[in-house]
């Protein structure tokens, strides 16, 4: 089993920035890929960035291209999801999740945080 506990969100102003931590734990943890996902009231989970392990190869969704930065630590086993120019449209529960390969599918992926919640005020 691999456990993933998300940290770092909260409520910011339009404009702002949030770091998002997603440590990862579990004698089967062995990287593959790390991913970003979010659901916001109503809408379905969409996929955010996802960075692979061993290279640190990172894939966005366009939306957040230029605002938002994936990255990791291999020592710490925890991924980073630093978000810059928050807007009301970012508002949503941010999971963290674990795969084998570098996907977007949210149904690919085999473990899953229990999300941490992100709200923008306008």
């Known amino acids: 089993q691999v456990q993933l506990v998300e940290s770092g969100g909260g409520l910011v102003p339009a404009g702002g920035s949030l770091r998002l931590s997603c440590a990862a734990s579990?004698?089967?943890?062995?990287?593959?890929?790390m991913a970003w996902f979010r659901q916001a009231p109503g809408k379905e989970r969409e996929f955010i960035a996802v960075?692979?392990?061993?290279?640190?190869?990172?894939n966005y969704k366009d939306s957040v291209k230029g605002r938002f930065t994936i990255s990791r630590s291999v020592a710490k086993h925890t991924v980073y999801l630093q978000m810059n120019s928050l807007n009301s449209e970012d508002t949503a529960i941010y999971y963290c999740?674990?795969?084998?390969?570098?996907?977007?599918?949210?149904?690919?992926?085999?473990?899953w945080g229990q999300g941490t919640q992100v709200t923008v005020s306008s």
């Open positions: 999740a674990n795969a084998r390969r570098m996907v977007v599918r949210d149904d690919e992926y085999d473990y």
């Open positions: 960075i692979k392990w061993s290279d640190g190869r990172t």
């Open positions: 579990g004698r089967t943890f062995n990287g593959g890929t």
